[in-house]
């Protein structure tokens, strides 16, 4: 045990319960950890960063702003005139976008009515940012005043002779327009701005400024899936057209982009010619994704006043080895078992049962159950074929591991170590820190150690199995199709636990699925968008296709509630199903689950739920 002084939930939950880039406030700025793929967005082309709840989006971006760029570099005023960019934070207000549509008017005059507000926002931005700069900065850059003249009679606002001036000028005339919107009156619509060109023209104005020459000017858009399809038109049109005096930087999450022509509808968004994707599951894969999240969670436990000091997350979530975490799921029972039975059936080969590792043991009971030969034959193909038998062993002593326990009460399969845990966030920083937050607060909870002290394979594991509950429980209230993403993630969880816990005779590590091509997807189209939005599931390109329809991608159960459902979280091997069987999940569960573990030859078998399934065993239960 350590030796330093013990701390409260409080101490755990505000450095690793304190997630979301708004909750953090200024905090944001401290526990900052760049990723590899910053300094792609601070390039002087469009780009536009795709992620789902919780990668990290709001973060990045708010740190590319000015705001967030002075905070990173701890108010040092004398650093302001050597940045190579400056960037504009916007997020999209679901509130405020979302009055932009009615009978009142027609497409045509929403688009331009929402293009004017576009640009009162956008030039009121970078006006702000010229007021600060004024503030801050040791030499203090000001619009002319003809340029302010101008700017305000462009968007129709009160006269203004200098910078103050224009950006109250700015302030009063949204407020004004705003209240117009609220109280609309089609046949008295205000004079409106031509789309762009009032941001054309401030912006080339800021830049022929002394201390601007040379510089960047980034509007950073966040929250982009928020915007109504014909207003993701008309942004797209901005960010198609917005040549040398600024460029956007997006965030979006995946399949949030729904619309992606201009205006002109004969006119695409394209990458790479007119933007740059950044996909960050894609970024932060593999060693990338446990070099990030291990330097984000060293910082924040830094940054908290309760922590020990030179805390070491891999260290203190140690991980087990196939053997022995097959040791704490009673394998050398299993083990026991199967050498009575070699004694009486292949007497011979019992001494070389007996020096076999238990794990491995149970690997060649399996495949003669699996096979259905006898044992004997099991061993002689391994005195046989060795190096055949090796990797046999490399692709089942895992799934083995599922089996140990299956049918019974207690911890069926170990969630344990700091590679699984970020295997589980599947490069989602927020999944991460909510695992390691729960794992530390449990530990903290049970006594007889402290923090910074390794935690045992078996809180590890509760911990990851109160955070895939957690996040299951409030999938229902992220979105209009929240029951129905519920009801498939809890179908889908079912099948794969169960084809986890009953591999004999079939391809192990079963995680995946892909959809037939020649099916129409129907009502699962929205579905399957909805759940790959809201991380209930998550998909990668199928092998040889490269077209982009939803069909294109074989998709997997988020693995943060693998070990809810006790199944892999690695992706591994995948099934077919069609559309109408997702359906089925969702409307009729109990058919639907018996459907596809039929059709994957899992019969009509006794597959008790696991403990923590059981508070759903009245969805579960069918008839039989």
């Not at 407020?175 to 009032?198: C, H, I, K, T």
Request: charged share 25%.
């Amino acid at each position: 045990m350590t030796n330093e002084p013990a701390i409260d939930d409080e101490a755990i939950t505000d450095p690793f319960g304190i997630y979301r880039a708004e909750w953090l406030k200024d905090a944001l700025f401290k526990v900052f950890t760049k990723p590899a793929y910053y300094p792609e967005l601070e390039t002087p082309r469009p780009c536009v960063l795709v992620g789902g709840r919780g990668t990290g989006k709001t973060t990045v971006l708010r740190c590319l702003s000015y705001d967030g760029k002075f905070e990173l570099e701890k108010h040092d005023s004398s650093k302001i005139s050597t940045w190579p960019y400056y960037g504009f934070y916007y997020r999209v207000n679901t509130n405020r976008v979302t009055a932009f549509r009615g009978e009142e008017l027609s497409d045509r005059q929403w688009q331009r009515v929402f293009a004017h507000y576009l640009n009162l926002v956008f030039c009121g931005q970078v006006v702000e940012f010229l007021n600060w700069h004024a503030e801050h900065a040791p030499t203090p850059a000001a619009l002319p005043a003809a340029v302010c003249r101008d700017t305000a009679d462009a968007l129709y606002l009160d006269p203004a002779t200098d910078q103050a001036e224009l950006l109250l000028s700015m302030h009063k005339g949204r407020r004004r327009f705003e209240a117009f919107l609220n109280n609309l009156d089609p046949d008295a619509l205000p004079p409106l701005s031509l789309q762009g060109q009032a941001i054309d023209d401030l912006c080339q104005a800021v830049l022929e400024l002394p201390q601007f020459v040379g510089k960047d000017l980034f509007f950073i858009v966040d929250e982009f899936e928020n915007l109504l399809d014909y207003q993701q038109a008309v942004l797209n049109t901005l960010i198609k057209h917005c040549g040398s005096h600024y460029t956007f930087k997006v965030g979006v999450r995946d399949l949030g982009w729904r619309k992606r022509s201009t205006l002109n509808e004969n006119e695409q968004l394209v990458s790479p010619a007119d933007y740059e994707r950044i996909d960050i599951e894609q970024r932060l894969e593999g060693e990338q994704f446990v070099t990030f999240a291990t330097e984000v969670c060293n910082l924040r436990a830094q940054a908290s006043k309760g922590f020990p000091s030179g805390l070491d997350f891999p260290r203190i979530l140690p991980g087990l080895t196939a053997d022995e975490e097959a040791d704490l799921l009673n394998v050398r029972d299993h083990a026991e078992r199967i050498l009575k039975a070699v004694a009486i059936e292949c007497p011979g080969w019992l001494d070389e049962a007996r020096e076999m590792p238990p794990l491995d043991l149970s690997v060649v009971d399996f495949w003669a159950r699996s096979q259905q030969i006898p044992i004997a034959d099991v061993f002689a193909e391994r005195a046989r074929e060795p190096k055949s038998w090796d990797d046999r062993l490399g692709n089942y002593r895992f799934a083995v591991l599922f089996t140990l326990r299956r049918r019974r009460p207690g911890i069926r399969k170990y969630y344990a170590g700091w590679r699984t845990y970020t295997l589980m966030a599947g490069g989602n920083i927020r999944y991460l820190l909510e695992l390691v937050g729960q794992a530390l607060l449990l530990q903290r909870r049970d006594g007889g150690s402290s923090i910074g002290d390794p935690i045992r394979p078996e809180l590890q594991t509760l911990a990851a199995t109160q955070v895939g509950r957690k996040n299951l429980s409030e999938l229902e209230g992220l979105s209009v199709h929240g029951a129905q993403l519920t009801k498939l993630l809890l179908g889908l969880g079912r099948v794969f636990e169960v084809l986890a816990s009953e591999p004999e005779g079939h391809t192990p590590e079963v995680t995946q699925f892909s959809l037939p091509d020649d099916a129409p997807l129907g009502d699962a189209e929205q579905l399957l968008a909805a759940a790959v939005m809201h991380l209930a599931l998550v998909r990668s390109v199928a092998n040889k296709r490269m077209d982009l329809d939803l069909k294109g991608y074989d998709y997997s159960v988020h693995p943060i509630y693998s070990a809810f459902f006790v199944f892999s979280y690695r992706r591994k091997r995948k099934l077919k199903l069609t559309p109408n069987q997702l359906m089925a999940l969702v409307r009729e569960p109990k058919v639907g689950i018996r459907q596809i573990l039929r059709q994957n030859n899992r019969g009509e078998g006794n597959y008790p739920l696991p403990d923590q399934l059981r508070l759903f065993e009245g969805f579960y239960d069918a008839d039989r």
